[in-house]
């Protein structure tokens, strides 16, 4: 998988609007780390998106798959989405596509405050806020099987099966003890609706259990999901990892960006540990902003940073995080951060000269 000893391959999919202008940001800031710590990474940048889909007709074929599978150390992914589009063709078919196809089943969503003015809430800071979400990634509702009956008349039926395996469930709560282990971190909350999806959730619970008893060291918890939003905005201290299914970890770790400061530094890694994965920041291709270089590319960055500790390079990714922490500090954000802090937005950077100022402090 590794293309030679020294270097290590990134494909880079910078997608549709935004997706753009924050990947380029993002592999410059890359470069620069990789060229501080000593390490190569080669990137490939490959056209997908709406433009070479509307072009070409073309979406994610076996030839690139095969490529992204066999011959890729790491996909680094923009964003994806276009009014050209609105089917969403293209973007169902390469992003649901290589999660799909890549077996990607882990959603992992760091929630880190960063700085202390940014988060909503009141009273907390750093410490209360710092811990990540284990999403299922490649089953739930989002499985995309259904169908309507009777379809724009007034008897209209619409369908979505939810479908949770015995096997996608223990792997991903696996994946969520196996991780807090690692990192020292002595909490695993589950959270489901048992309550009413008995029969799905009823597995959830079960599986929970079972592999709880390996980890005797480590503390659980167990929480309905309209119960979780609400703890963690009133107890986010109370949390080191949650595990979910895809739709409510869709929800809550968009609730828990929000708490450390918004999509603009919300950083998401697709993985199936041991293959190919694919690092995403969380938020989409933004067409109400495309093309005018104001996009914040923290998110993209600190996606970047989950790939160097995938790659193997933990102490390159810790140290760009207290960059981009430095950056912060030192107020040199784009609108969206300078409205979290409640700061006019006079005076922001655009999405370039954030990059240009993380490389500076990089460079130091
Ligand atoms: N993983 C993905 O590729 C992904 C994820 C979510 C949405 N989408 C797609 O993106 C398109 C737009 O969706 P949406 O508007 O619901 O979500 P979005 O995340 O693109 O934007 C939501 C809001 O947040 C703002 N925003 C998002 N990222 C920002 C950034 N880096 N800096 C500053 N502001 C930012 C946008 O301007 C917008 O007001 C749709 O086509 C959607 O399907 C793709």
Not at 235 to 263: H, K, R, Y
Not at 272 to 284: I, K, N, T, Y
Not at 307 to 332: I, N, P, S, W, Y
Request: aromatic content about 8%; overall charge negative.
């Amino acid at each position: 998988m590794v293309a030679n000893q020294q270097s290590q391959r990134v494909a880079v999919i910078p997608g549709d609007g935004i997706g753009v202008e924050v990947a380029e940001v993002g592999v410059n800031v890359l470069r620069a780390i990789s060229e501080r710590f000593g390490f190569k990474l080669d990137f490939d940048w490959l056209p997908l998106g709406a433009s070479h889909y509307l072009e070409t007709g073309e979406t994610l074929t076996d030839e690139m798959f095969d490529y992204l599978k066999n011959e890729c150390d790491a996909i680094y992914f923009g964003a994806m989405g276009d009014p050209r589009v609105p089917d969403m063709k293209h973007a169902k078919d390469i992003l649901l596509g290589l999660r799909f196809k890549l077996d990607l089943f882990v959603n992992l969503r760091p929630i880190t405050l960063m700085h202390p003015e940014m988060t909503p809430l009141k009273r907390r800071g750093m410490k209360d806020l710092e811990f990540v979400i284990f999403r299922e990634n490649t089953e739930g509702l989002y499985v995309g099987m259904g169908g309507n009956f009777k379809k724009g008349t007034p008897d209209e039926i619409a369908i979505n099966e939810m479908v949770n395996t015995r096997r996608g469930v223990e792997r991903i709560i696996r994946a969520a003890f196996e991780w807090a282990k690692s990192h020292h971190k002595p909490r695993v909350c589950m959270s489901d609706k048992a309550n009413v999806l008995s029969y799905a959730h009823g597995l959830w619970q079960r599986v929970f259990k079972e592999v709880s008893s390996e980890y005797p060291e480590i503390q659980t918890r167990h929480l309905y999901a309209d119960v979780m939003a609400m703890e963690m905005v009133r107890a986010p201290q109370d949390f080191d990892v949650i595990v979910t299914s895809n739709m409510f970890g869709d929800i809550l770790s968009d609730l828990g960006a929000e708490l450390v400061g918004g999509l603009g530094l919300a950083a998401s890694a697709n993985l199936h540990p041991g293959r190919v994965s694919l690092f995403e920041p969380v938020h989409g291709s933004a067409p109400d902003i495309a093309g005018q270089g104001v996009a914040n590319p923290l998110a993209m960055v600190l996606t970047g940073s989950l790939m160097l500790t995938a790659l193997g390079h933990k102490e390159a990714a810790l140290f760009l995080d207290q960059c981009v922490q430095q950056v912060l500090t030192q107020g040199e954000v784009t609108a969206d951060l300078r409205r979290s802090l409640g700061q006019s937005t006079e005076g922001a950077l655009n999405t370039q000269a954030v990059g240009e100022a993380l490389i500076q402090i990089i460079k130091s």
